[in-house]
Structure formats: C-alpha cells, structure tokens
C-alpha cells in the first residue's frame, strides 16, 4: 500500500476518535471515545486497503463492543 494511502487510512481513522476528558481524571488514562458509525464508514471506503482489514479483524476480534455493533448494522455486505 502507498504511503499516501496508509495516511489517508491514519487521517480518517484519527479524524473520528476523540478525546474523552473525564476518563484522565479516573484510574484509566488511555480511555478515548470512538464514533462506530464513523469507523464503520471509514473501514467500508478504505475495504482495499491491507491496514483496514487487518484493523477490523482485530476489532472484531478483541473488542465486543465494535463487534455487536458491526452484527447489528444491516448493511455489513459494505465491509467485504
């Protein structure tokens, strides 16, 4: 994969991920909030690209969450 396409998976992945700010004030520094349906999105326009799959496959995979609400979309034929 092409350098410019690896940072346009990076940019957008980022560009959906945000901050939570209350979660430094609790025991768990590194928590950080995710928008599915914008990960969702963003998986399904970069399908072709190596580091994408291999992001939702590892998804899928460790985190329940991204997992139950991938198999409760209706339009999951989009990510293959």
């Not at 928590?31 to 496959?57: G, H, M, P, R, V």
Request: glycine content about 0%.
């Amino acid at each position: 994969l092409s350098f410019l396409a690896q940072l346009k998976l990076h940019e957008t992945l980022l560009r959906f991920m945000t901050i939570d700010s209350t979660a430094f004030s609790s025991s768990n520094p590194h928590a950080f909030q995710i928008n599915f349906n914008s990960l969702y999105t963003a998986l399904c326009e970069q399908q072709k690209s190596d580091q994408a799959t291999l992001l939702l496959y590892m998804l899928l995979h460790q985190n329940s969450n991204v997992r139950t609400y991938v198999l409760a979309r209706t339009d999951t034929e989009n990510l293959v």
